[in-house]
């Protein structure tokens, strides 16, 4: 069973518009992450959450909002979408932030047009 | 902020031989560096990583090397086979923050019979 589920697999979208992408984890952790990987930009890491409160934020867009509901939940909530932001976006999480492993979901593949 | 650089973009190898990806990283407090593995159209796969407390770590075909001073580190594949051929990426992380991972550019290996 997957231990990580990113939800929607793939995504094409209009630009302009707003997509959420989901991500729910089974594995008891406590720290949950969102990467993005691009042509452009390869494996570019986006925020990090620890007991669903925020710990980093590299991403300069504040169209790129996370969302925690639950301690297993972490969605990205994307505005005002640009072709820029066609990318596979990848959900990650840890027990803890404290160095630890970070395995990764399976990614949701956006495309923006 | 953290750099990571991955010198190697692509490495063919003969099956049996040993692979060898080359990394190096800026920021002093980078203490957590995890090797991962992407096959075409998957996700990342966790391989091996080495804590900055100790120089050497192997797991079964696996060998990462750590060199504080050089501000370096490496991943051995020994022994290689066809299902090693992949994408290779290094990564380093620091306590503080968010734990982000600052990932290289990742290295194509590819092992031939």
């Known amino acids: 069973d997957p231990k990580i589920i990113q939800k929607p697999k793939y995504l094409v979208a209009v630009t302009g518009s707003e997509k959420i992408l989901i991500c729910e984890q089974y594995?008891?952790?406590?720290?949950m992450y969102w990467y993005r990987q691009s042509a452009k930009k390869p494996l570019e890491f986006m925020f990090s959450?620890?007991?669903?409160?925020?710990?980093d934020n590299q991403t300069a867009s504040s169209r790129f909002q996370p969302q925690s509901s639950k301690k297993n939940h972490l969605d990205l909530q994307i505005t005002a979408l640009k072709p820029d932001d066609s990318a596979t976006y990848f959900c990650?999480?840890?027990?803890?932030?404290?160095?630890?492993?970070?395995?990764f979901g399976p990614g949701t593949r956006l495309l923006v047009l | 902020g953290e750099k990571v650089e991955q010198h190697e973009s692509t490495l063919s190898v003969r099956e049996g031989d040993s692979a060898v990806i080359n990394c190096t990283y800026t920021?002093?407090?980078?203490?957590?560096f995890p090797w991962y593995k992407q096959e075409a159209g998957k996700s990342l796969h966790f391989v091996i990583d080495?804590?900055?407390?100790?120089d050497r770590k192997q797991s079964q075909r696996l060998i990462v090397l750590l060199d504080k001073k050089a501000k370096r580190f490496s991943l051995h594949i020994t022994a290689t086979q066809p299902e090693d051929s992949a994408i290779y990426f290094c990564?380093?992380?620091?306590?503080?923050?968010?734990?982000?991972?600052?990932f290289g550019t990742g290295t194509t290996v590819s092992v031939s019979p």
């Open positions: 990564a380093a992380s620091s306590y503080q923050g968010g734990r982000a991972l600052i």
């Open positions: 990650a999480s840890s027990q803890d932030a404290g160095g630890r492993t970070q395995y």
């Open positions: 959450y620890s007991y669903q409160k925020l710990m």
């Open positions: 594995l008891g952790h406590n720290a």
């Open positions: 080495i804590r900055s407390n100790v």
């Open positions: 920021d002093t407090a980078s203490s957590y």
